[in-house]
């Protein structure tokens, strides 16, 4: 379960990031207008919206852990080609909400199929994990950002999303196997 655990406090902690530093990146350093910005997080959680319900689909079809390595390398692509590549790509990173879609409930899933046992107490630990997550991400943003520039400062993202990555690679190749996989 720490490998749960870990890998859902990184990814909130990556999507509260994103969503609560995308229009200032993209205002200070991609020198984008307000409207493009705040029409950017828009498409951000319209993603996430459009993510969730096509996602179940994929999920059903490739399994739980596969879905959010998947989902994971996407995010992760789009928030490299958003923040390294071209001004003009960073477009990508309001399309990270596509991929990160389907992570929180399909991990919640594996999570719950994973034990039969106390699982609302498994689910509490989760959730709160969750919670200090979206609480540490746009702190760390912040605090590097004042340390380091905003450039730096957003990147943490894509450390954050690396590091998922890590944890859920080894939940896909640990000991736990979810019925789909």
């Known amino acids: 379960m720490p490998w749960f655990y870990l890998s859902i406090a990184l990814y909130v902690a990556a999507e509260i990031g994103i969503a609560s530093w995308l229009v200032t990146f993209l205002q200070d ?18 993603m996430l919206m ?12 490739i399994g739980f852990l596969r879905s959010v390595l998947l989902a994971t390398i996407g995010a992760l ?23 990160f879609s389907i992570i929180f409930p399909t991990l ?6 994973l034990h039969t046992e106390n699982v609302n107490t498994i689910l509490g630990v989760l959730f709160t994990f969750a919670g200090l997550g979206g609480v540490l991400g746009p702190w760390l943003i ?6 380091f520039g905003l450039q730096a400062g957003f990147s943490i993202n894509f ?14 190749k640990g000991n736990y196997h979810d019925s789909k996989t």
């Open 159 to 172: 450390i954050i999303v690396v590091l998922m990555l890590g944890s859920v690679f080894v939940l896909v």
């Open 108 to 113: 919640t899933a594996a999570a719950s199929e």
């Open 142 to 147: 912040g605090l590097t950002s004042d340390l």
């Open 77 to 99: 692509t789009c928030i490299a080609v958003g923040l390294f590549g071209p001004r003009n790509l960073s477009f990508f990173l309001p399309l990270t909400g596509l991929f």
């Open 50 to 61: 459009l993510g969730r319900l096509l996602g179940s689909f994929v999920v059903q079809r």
């Open 29 to 46: 350093v991609c020198h984008v207008s307000v409207t493009a910005s705040s029409q950017a997080l828009s498409l951000f959680f319209g």
